[in-house]
């Protein structure tokens, strides 16, 4: 687990999210997060005490205290631990960006699987 103990789970074949984590794994802050890729075939949900299901429809973050963030409430995890979006972490806490921020992301999370997807490379898997 990374430093802080901070994990985030997030699907490695959507296009927009696996750019956003790219992005996050170049900012400072991120030595504090650890990736895992929800659509490898070495993840197992159970063993990470995650529901399969609910795991592939949000996003989900295990924070160093082992308590689950879920949906928006992950996404300010991931802002919180990083210096560079703590300001928009603050914002996004505050009563109308909170409710404004969260319907996007429901919006967006109903729309995630018709978006397009990433594909693996071929071969092994490792």
């Known amino acids: 687990m990374a430093p802080s103990g901070v994990k985030v789970y997030y699907?490695?074949?959507c296009q927009l999210c696996s750019r956003e984590v790219?992005?996050?794994?170049?900012?400072?802050g991120a030595e504090g997060l650890e990736f895992v890729d929800i659509t490898s075939p070495r993840?197992?949900?159970?063993?990470?005490?995650?529901d399969p299901v609910r795991v592939h429809?949000?996003?989900?973050?295990?924070?160093?205290?082992g308590t689950l963030a879920v949906g928006?409430?992950?996404?300010?995890?991931?802002?919180?631990?990083?210096?560079?979006?703590?300001?928009a972490a603050w914002l996004g806490?505050?009563?109308?960006?909170?409710?404004?921020?969260r319907?996007?992301?429901r919006i967006f999370a109903a729309a995630r699987p018709w978006l397009p997807k990433r594909k693996r490379p071929c071969g092994p898997s490792t």
């Open 11 to 13: 699907d490695g074949l």
């Open 22 to 28: 790219e992005h996050y794994r170049r900012e400072s």
């Open 43 to 50: 993840f197992r949900p159970a063993a990470e005490g995650l």
């Open 57 to 65: 429809r949000t996003m989900h973050v295990r924070k160093s205290d």
């Open 72 to 87: 928006f409430d992950a996404v300010l995890v991931i802002w919180e631990t990083m210096p560079r979006y703590r300001l």
């Open 93 to 101: 806490r505050s009563p109308l960006p909170n409710l404004l921020l």
């Open 103 to 105: 319907l996007g992301y």
